[in-house]
Each structure stands twice: as structure tokens, then as C-alpha cells.
């Protein structure tokens, strides 16, 4: 149990489909991340929410949407992903200045 | 920019072989330096880290220290086992950054330990 829990573990979709991530900590922590992590491809950072708010949106696709509605909730809404899109997405959590609690990840396949 | 190297995996050891795995970094000012370790399946956990040069970082027998003449950050371990096989990954922090969470991450080494 990492403090971090992600939902759900696997998820298959299709170009068209809509789905959400879910990503949920219980550590007292108030930031929260995705990270895209692909094969042989360093993680890449997606999205910083501070105190539920958007600091920093690394030039994602729109067909990425984040939302934070508190301190303890994160969620990452896809519509109309391309197949390139397929990755492992971590969530993670921490205090300011304090390392990452990264939670297990959800593996998309878009097919 | 930020940016990280690692030596290219995978490595391959016996067990109790002794372990390194290189890390370079470039970065400006006084970055803080991290190594995460990810076991199959699961998401990435924090290993050891450092703050500053020439600190070392050390946890679960596994020690690195923060080199700032060769802008260095190498992890070792004396003897491994089955149980260290995973993806590590080395990473940094802007310096003077509010926040661990902006991370640059290297692309991971893959290590596999045999009985």
C-alpha cells in the first residue's frame, strides 16, 4: 500500500471511447501529478495541481483533461486517444518540497 | 534545460555481485538528486536521495553520493539479490524549486538478479 491508490489498474479503449482515471491519496499531502511513462522513454510530467490548483501543464494534448476538484482527488478525463497515447500513467503526491509518492499506475492500451 | 543520463540497461548480475549504475545530470545551480527503484507492476518508490554536494544518500544497502566536480549521482550496492530486480531510475529537482514533484527523470535501468 503506497498511500496512493489508482483506478482502474488496466483499461483498454478505443479512439472514440471516453474514460477517466481516478487517483485518490489519503497522506495529508496538497500537490498532486500525472506522469506519462512509455516504453524506453524517460517519465514524462503531464500536470501539476498545487492546493487544487493547475501550476503547470506540460504541453499536453487537449485530449488530455485534468481536473482536482480537492486536496485528495485527482482525475485525468481522455477522449479520442490516438494508439501513440497507450502508456503507463502514474499518479504521484507530496507535500511542497518533499519527495513523490507515486501510486501503482493504470496501463492504457488504445487500440 | 534539466537533463539526465543513465547508463543503458539492462544489467544482468549473480547474486551478491556488487551493483552500480551510473548517473549524469546536467542542470543549473544546486538541483536536489533522487533515486527511485520501480518493482514490477508497481508504481515508482523513492530510494535514497541528497540535497546537496557531497552528500550521500544511502537506504536498503544502497548508497550514492551526490558528486557535484563530475555532476555525478552513481548508485552502488555491495551484494545484491533476487529481491533488487527492478527499474531504477535517477532523477532531479530544479534548484531552489518549491516542489520535489517537478522531477527530470533518466529513462531507467533494468536490473535482473540470479540466483
Known amino acids: 500500500e503506497t498511500g496512493v491508490t489508482q483506478t482502474p489498474r488496466h483499461l483498454v479503449m478505443g479512439m472514440t471511447n471516453k474514460k477517466s482515471l481516478k487517483c485518490e491519496q489519503h497522506?495529508?499531502?496538497?500537490?498532486m501529478y500525472w506522469y506519462k511513462q512509455s516504453a524506453k522513454k524517460p517519465l514524462e510530467l503531464m500536470f501539476v495541481?498545487?492546493?487544487?490548483?493547475?501550476?503547470e501543464n506540460n504541453s499536453v494534448p487537449s485530449r488530455f483533461s485534468p481536473e482536482c476538484p480537492n486536496s485528495s482527488h485527482l482525475f485525468l478525463h481522455l477522449h479520442t486517444l490516438q494508439p501513440e497515447d497507450s502508456a503507463l500513467y502514474l499518479c504521484?503526491?507530496?507535500?511542497?518540497?518533499?519527495?513523490?509518492?507515486f501510486g501503482n499506475g493504470t496501463r492504457l492500451t488504445v487500440t | 534545460g534539466n537533463s539526465v543520463t543513465q547508463m543503458e540497461g539492462p544489467v544482468t548480475l549473480s547474486e551478491e555481485a556488487f551493483l552500480t549504475i551510473n548517473c549524469t545530470y546536467t542542470?543549473?545551480?544546486?538541483?536536489?538528486l533522487f533515486w527511485y527503484v520501480q518493482y514490477p507492476g508497481e508504481g515508482l518508490q523513492l530510494l535514497l536521495k541528497?540535497?546537496?554536494?557531497?552528500d550521500k544518500g544511502s537506504n536498503k544497502g544502497f548508497e550514492a553520493t551526490y558528486r557535484k566536480e563530475t555532476t555525478s549521482f552513481h548508485l552502488e550496492k555491495g551484494s545484491v539479490q533476487v529481491s533488487d530486480s527492478a527499474v531504477y531510475f535517477c532523477?532531479?529537482?530544479?534548484?531552489?524549486?518549491?516542489?520535489?514533484?517537478?522531477?527530470?527523470f533518466g529513462q531507467g535501468t533494468i536490473l535482473t538478479v540470479h540466483p
Open positions: 504521484a503526491s507530496s507535500l511542497q518540497d518533499s519527495p513523490l509518492h
Open positions: 497522506l495529508g499531502h496538497n500537490a
Open positions: 495541481y498545487s492546493l487544487e490548483e493547475r501550476v
Open positions: 542542470a543549473t545551480g544546486y538541483p536536489s
Open positions: 541528497a540535497t546537496k554536494a557531497d
Open positions: 532523477a532531479l529537482s530544479d534548484a531552489g524549486g518549491t516542489s520535489y514533484g517537478k522531477l527530470t
